[in-house]
Structures are given as structure tokens and as C-alpha cells.
């Protein structure tokens, strides 16, 4: 397996106002999706990491991420080809940062709410 490196944003705003972006280190294969090679992260390396996924068919939307700073799904985006194209360090955002909750996960209502709730 290859290794690529991705600049992640990393955010809970059950605990704090403030995301930063943390570089890991992952594996993926040719063949593999974006999506497969988050939730292998998220099984083997980092069990707090929180992401989106529902079809893995590109129809549900719920992995939208910015991929290196366009919208992108990572149901349907291929690794190889993305390191291929971008080079190694990916890195991955919220779709919307305003909404965001746990890293890449956005809820619209429940971001307001926990931020109104700081106040
Ligand atoms: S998981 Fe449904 S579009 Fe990617």
C-alpha cells in the first residue's frame, strides 16, 4: 500500500469554539476511495474522527467534503488519482465551516445551537 498524507480538519464543538488542522499519515490501494481510506483511519488510527457517509453510492451527498478546496465526495473520489493530480498532502475540509460540528460531519441547526449555547 501507498501512503499519502492528509491535513484534516479536526473540530468538536461540544468541547471548543475552535477547529485546527491536524496531517496524518494513512494507506490506500489503487482501487480505493476516499471514503474507505477515511473510515480505515477511523477504525485503526483515530476512533474520535468524525465523517459522513450513508450510500457510498454518490447519491445521499452526506460525504460532501471540500477536497483540497473544491466540493467534492469522498464516495467517489479515488485516492490514486487524487495524489496523482494534487500530489501528497490532501487536504480536507467541512463542505460548509460555518456548519460544522466534529471534524468533517456540518448540522446546520445543531451547530447554531451548541454555539448559542456558549454565548
Ligand atoms: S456516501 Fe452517499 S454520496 Fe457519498
Do not use: W
Not at 453510492?57 to 478546496?69: A, F, Q, T, V, Y
Request: hydrophobic letters at 40%; glycine letters at 6%.
Amino acid at each position: 500500500m501507498a501512503k499519502v498524507k492528509l491535513n484534516l480538519f479536526r473540530l468538536d464543538l461540544f468541547k471548543a469554539a475552535d477547529g485546527y488542522f491536524e496531517t496524518v499519515t494513512v494507506s490506500y490501494s489503487p482501487n480505493e476511495t476516499l471514503l474507505e481510506v477515511l473510515q480505515r483511519f477511523r477504525d485503526q488510527q483515530d476512533p474520535s474522527f468524525g465523517y459522513d457517509k450513508n450510500c457510498r453510492l454518490g447519491l445521499c451527498l452526506s460525504c460532501r467534503m471540500k477536497i483540497n478546496g473544491r466540493p467534492g465526495l469522498a464516495c467517489q473520489t479515488n485516492v490514486h488519482a487524487l495524489v496523482e493530480k494534487s500530489g501528497q498532502l490532501i487536504q480536507l475540509e467541512p463542505i460548509k465551516l460555518e456548519h460544522a460540528v466534529k471534524d468533517l460531519i456540518v448540522d446546520a441547526d445543531l451547530a447554531s445551537s451548541l454555539k448559542e449555547n456558549k454565548r
